[in-house]
């Protein structure tokens, strides 16, 4: 059982915005810890998509978007594209466990 | 540009030691700023971090794992290492050593591509 708390599966169509919640708690994200978010396309390792709550590494498109607010964080897409089929997972720290990292238990998304 | 290549035995016994490498290319595993680990994923299952360290020496190792595990660098190879003992079923999983280099704030930019380790006799 992850620290984090994420849907198994979201969908949506071409063009379409969605969005993945992550929810922690306050011995994490809300202890103030950062989110970050990983895409992990079929049969691949996981790529950092965005790090520190809402910052997009270089050569991750605008479409992908990330907030947080209090105990949660979200990940949004908009423009949905066949390609943006995989799984995403959040991650931040524990405090209960001395800043460890923890991960959401991953969303995967489906473009229909 | 830094990569990352994870190397060892597929199959492990249970009960035996679980031994994984990772060959550092593009950087030198003795940059001191860099966060050296590991991060698995059993099948059809989501991501766990297992531990790391920084050429310093500090490690961090993953409560739930911590009395079963050791972690080391070897800056003559350009490596670092992985050693879980007494492994169990539970243990198998893709293995994927990673690296955060902090020029994407602390999160997880470098990874390899992972390696497969199935624990059965």
């Known amino acids: 059982q992850s620290e984090l708390t994420q849907p198994p599966s979201v969908s949506g169509a071409p063009g379409q915005r969605v969005t993945i919640p992550c929810t922690g708690s306050?011995?994490?994200?809300?202890?103030?810890?950062?989110v970050h978010w990983y895409q992990q396309l079929p049969g691949t390792a996981p790529k950092l998509l965005i790090y520190?709550?809402?910052n997009r590494p270089s050569g991750v498109p605008d479409r992908f978007s990330a907030s947080k607010s209090g105990t949660s964080a979200s990940l949004a897409i908009t423009g949905l594209q066949a390609e943006d089929e995989a799984d995403y997972y959040c991650q931040s720290y524990e405090s209960s466990l001395s800043g460890h990292v923890v991960f959401g238990g991953g969303t995967r998304l489906t473009v229909l | 540009q830094l990569q990352l290549q994870e190397s060892g035995p597929g199959l492990v016994k249970p009960s035996e030691t679980l031994s994984l490498s990772c060959t550092v290319s593009?950087?030198?595993?003795?940059?001191?700023?860099?966060?050296w680990g590991w991060i698995r994923q059993p099948p059809g299952k989501g991501l766990e971090y297992i531990g790391g360290?920084?050429?310093?020496?500090?490690?961090y190792y993953s409560p739930s794992l911590k009395s079963r595990l050791s972690m080391s660098l070897d800056a003559s190879e350009n490596q670092f290492s992985l050693r879980l003992s007494s492994v169990t079923a539970a243990d198998t999983a893709v293995y994927y050593c990673?690296?955060?280099?902090?020029?994407?704030?602390?999160?997880?930019?470098?990874w390899g591509q992972g390696t497969t380790v199935t624990v059965s006799s």
């Open positions: 360290l920084y050429y310093s020496g500090s490690t």
């Open positions: 593009g950087y030198s595993i003795t940059t001191r700023t860099f966060h």
């Open positions: 306050s011995s994490n994200i809300g202890a103030g810890y950062d």
């Open positions: 520190d709550n809402n």
């Open positions: 990673i690296c955060s280099t902090f020029r994407s704030g602390n999160g997880v930019d470098v």
